[in-house]
Nanobody, 131 residues
Framework: QVQMTESEGGLVQAGGSLRLSCLIS?????????LAWFRQVPGKGREGIAC????????YYEDSVKGRFTVSRDNAKDTLYLEMNRLKPEDSAMYYC???????????????????????RGRGTQVTVSP
């Protein structure tokens, strides 16, 4: 059984930083999967914010987080990361990690689509940024 478990989020002041991790268990080969982070606010649609291919060579970011967020992965530790800096109140949301079963970097950016159908996803962790 595949499980994706996000680390605890939290309350951060605007301008602060937070690092999320996502431990992935149960995959036969984690390097068969491209990975992503998305977020969602109640009453709004899903927003893809970052994704990377099987070895992290190729990465894409949503415009509002470019230059502030960094996505990375450690396949040896079965873990996905999201480093968030210069946080803003509008970054407040439930954050989710997700996995898509393909390695090819072509089409990777589609993981940021709000309608992309991930094979697996975590249950989410709340991040709240105070003004």
């Amino acid at each position: 059984q595949v499980q994706m478990t996000e680390s605890e989020g939290g309350l951060v002041q605007a301008g602060g930083s937070l690092r999320l991790s996502c431990l992935i268990s149960g995959l036969t080969r984690i390097d068969d999967y491209s990975l992503a982070w998305f977020r969602q606010v109640p009453g709004k649609g899903r927003e893809g914010i970052a994704c990377l291919d099987w070895d992290g060579e190729y990465k894409y970011y949503e415009d509002s987080v470019k230059g502030r967020f960094t996505v990375s992965r450690d396949n040896a530790k079965d873990t996905l990361y999201l480093e968030m800096n210069r946080l803003k109140p509008e970054d407040s949301a439930m954050y989710y990690c997700a996995a898509a079963y393909f390695r090819d970097y072509r089409g990777l950016e589609e993981l940021l689509s709000p309608t992309f159908d991930f094979r697996y996803r975590g249950r989410g962790t709340q991040v709240t940024v105070s003004p």
